[in-house]
C-alpha cells in the first residue's frame, strides 16, 4: 500500500522475496540507503550504509532475496508500492542456468563451439521490462566476475548512449542503479531515426556490422567469450518488426530467446495472448535450429507503462543527460561555426542513380547507406548530429554560421556530420 506520511526520513522493512517500487518525486531527488540485511537494485547490490541520490522522476525497485531494512529521505514525498509477490525469482533462476553454461563454456578451447557462453536475446512488447531484465542480468553475472558482452538494439530509447543508435559494451561491474552504464567503451553506430521502418534495411546492416565487431571482439577473448551477451531489443513485435527480431536472433546467434509477456493480473480474454504467440512464433522458426532456448517470462507489474507522448518525452531526458549528465554535472559547448566548416549527409535518402548511370540492363537498386549531402538550412534546427569518423572532403560552400553543442570543447573530430530524424530542443 502507499505510505501514509510525507517526505521526511523513514525506514521501511523489506520481508524476503518482496520488492519495494519507488517513483521519486517529480521536482526533488530521493535519498535511500541500506541499513541492514541485502537489498539490490535492478540487480545491482546497494552498498550497506551509503547514501544513494536518485534524480527526480526515476522509476525503480529495491529487491531483496532475504529481507532487509531500507532508509529514505526526501523532501517531496515518494510515491511507493510494498510488493510481496515479484517475476523476479523466475529471472533469478535465469540467471542460474546462464551461469551453469559461463561454467561450462569457459574451461574448452577457442575451436571449440561451445565455448561460447550464452547469447540471451530479451524480446517483448514496449513497456515489458526489456531494458531491465537486460540490466538485471548483466549485473547479476558481473557480480561473479564475468564480463558479459550488452547489445542495445532498441533505438527507441538508448539504453547505452542517445535515442536512435544500437550499441554494444563490456559489462565489467554490476551497473550503477543511478549512473547507468560507462560511456567511455561502447562501440555505437548512429542510425539516426527512433523506428525502423524510416529505413528497414540499413537499421539491418547497422545491426549486421555491429555483430560481426562484436564477434570479432569475443573470438580473442575467452573469458568474454564465456561471459555471452545479453541483447535488448525494439518492442515492434508484429510485421516488419517480428522480421527484425528474427534477423537479429540469427544475426547474433541468439541461444537463449527470453520472450517477456503479461503481469501476472492481466485478465487472459484471449486464447493467444501477444506473449504467447510471440513465443510459439518464435519457437516454430527456431525448431530446427537445435540448442536454441525460447522461454517465456513473466513480466513485472512494476513496469511503467508508456504512452507514445511519455516516450517521447523520456527520449528527451535521454539525450539531454547525454549532454549534461544526470546530474547536471556534465558541460557541454555551444560553438558557433560557418556553415562551410561542416558536411551534413543523410544516409539512405536523396534521389536514386539515374538508370543512364548504370550499365544496361542492371536496375536502380537503393541503397540503404548511400549517403545524401543535406542543406544546411533551418530545417536542421534542433537535429541530433553524429560526427562521422570518415576523412574524405567534400564540396558544400557557403558563408553562413551555424551555432551547435557538442559534449566537449575544442574542435569536433571531423567536419563530416550524420542527421537523421532525431530532434531535440532543449528545454
Ligand atoms: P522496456 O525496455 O520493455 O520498454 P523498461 O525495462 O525500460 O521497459 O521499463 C520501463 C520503466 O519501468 C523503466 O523506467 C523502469 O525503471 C521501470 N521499472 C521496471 N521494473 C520496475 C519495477 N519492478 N518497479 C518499478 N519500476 C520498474
Known amino acids: 500500500p502507499p505510505m501514509a506520511h510525507g517526505g521526511g526520513p ?16 517529480y ?37 531483496t532475496l532475504n529481507g532487509a531494512t531500507i532508509e529514505m529521505e526526501a523532501v517531496r514525498k515518494p ?19 546462464l551461469e551453469e553454461r559461463r561454467h561450462r563454456a569457459k574451461p574448452l578451447p577457442p575451436d571449440d563451439p561451445n565455448s561460447q557462453g550464452p547469447r ?56 550503477d542503479p543511478v ?35 562484436v564477434e570479432r571482439q569475443l573470438s580473442g577473448n575467452a573469458e568474454s567469450r564465456a561471459s555471452g551477451m545479453v541483447i535488448n531489443t525494439m518492442g515492434w513485435i508484429e510485421g516488419q518488426g517480428y522480421e527484425l527480431l528474427l534477423h ?7 541461444n537463449v530467446v527470453l520472450v517477456l509477456g503479461q503481469a501476472p493480473m492481466t485478465v487472459r480474454i484471449f486464447l493467444l495472448n501477444s506473449q504467447e ?21 513473466q513480466k513485472s507489474g512494476g513496469v511503467v507503462s508508456r504512452n507514445a507522448k511519455f516516450r517521447q518525452k523520456s527520449r528527451s531526458h535521454r539525450i539531454r543527460e547525454y549532454f549534461y549528465g544526470l546530474a547536471n554535472d556534465l558541460s557541454p559547448h555551444s560553438n558557433i561555426a560557418n556553415f562551410s566548416d561542416f558536411s551534413v549527409f543523410r544516409i539512405g535518402g536523396g534521389p536514386q542513380a539515374p538508370r543512364s548511370a548504370l550499365p544496361i540492363g542492371a536496375e536502380p537498386a537503393a541503397d540503404p547507406t548511400r549517403l545524401a549531402p543535406v542543406n544546411i538550412n533551418r530545417d536542421l534546427l534542433h537535429t541530433v548530429l553524429a560526427v562521422s569518423f570518415a576523412k ?36
Not at 41 to 52: A, Q
Not at 277 to 297: E, Q, Y
Not at 408 to 423: D, H, M
Request: glycine letters at 6%; charged letters at 20%.
Open 277 to 297: 504467440k510471440l513465443w510459439s512464433m518464435i519457437r516454430n522458426v527456431l525448431k530446427n535450429k537445435p540448442g536454441v532456448d525460447v522461454v517465456k517470462l
Open 79 to 97: 510515491s511507493t508500492r510494498l510488493m510481496r509477490y515479484t517475476p523476479n525469482i523466475s529471472y533469478v533462476n535465469v540467471h542460474a542456468v
Open 392 to 427: 574524405e572532403p567534400d564540396q558544400i560552400i557557403s558563408r553562413k554560421t551555424i551555432t551547435y553543442l557538442a559534449p566537449s570543447a575544442g574542435e569536433l573530430p571531423s567536419k563530416y556530420l550524420i542527421a537523421g530524424t532525431v530532434t531535440w530542443l532543449e528545454t
Open 120 to 175: 540471451v536475446i530479451v524480446v517483448g512488447p514496449t513497456d515489458s521490462g526489456k531494458s531491465t531484465l537486460s540490466k538485471m542480468l548483466l549485473s547479476w553475472a558481473a557480480k561473479k566476475g564475468w564480463k558479459p558482452t550488452f547489445v542495445d538494439l532498441d533505438i527507441g530509447q538508448g539504453a547505452i548512449t542517445i535515442p536512435g543508435c544500437i550499441a554494444a559494451t563490456p559489462i565489467e561491474m554490476p551497473i
Open 248 to 254: 537479429a536472433i540469427d544475426t547474433f546467434n541468439a
Open 27 to 63: 521536482d526533488a531527488p530521493l535519498k535511500l540507503r541500506l541499513l541492514s540485511g541485502t537489498a539490490e537494485i535492478f540487480g545491482t547490490e546497494l552498498p550497506p550504509d551509503f547514501w544513494l541520490t536518485f534524480p527526480p522522476r526515476l522509476k525503480f525497485a529495491v529487491f
Open 10 to 25: 523513514r525506514q521501511v522493512k523489506l520481508d524476503r522475496e518482496s520488492e519495494l517500487r519507488i517513483e521519486v518525486g
Open 179 to 213: 549512473e547507468g552504464i560507462p560511456l567511455d567503451i561502447p562501440l555505437v553506430y548512429f542510425y539516426g531515426h527512433t523506428t525502423p521502418s524510416n529505413n528497414v534495411d540499413l537499421y539491418k546492416v547497422l545491426v549486421k556490422e555491429l555483430a560481426q565487431v
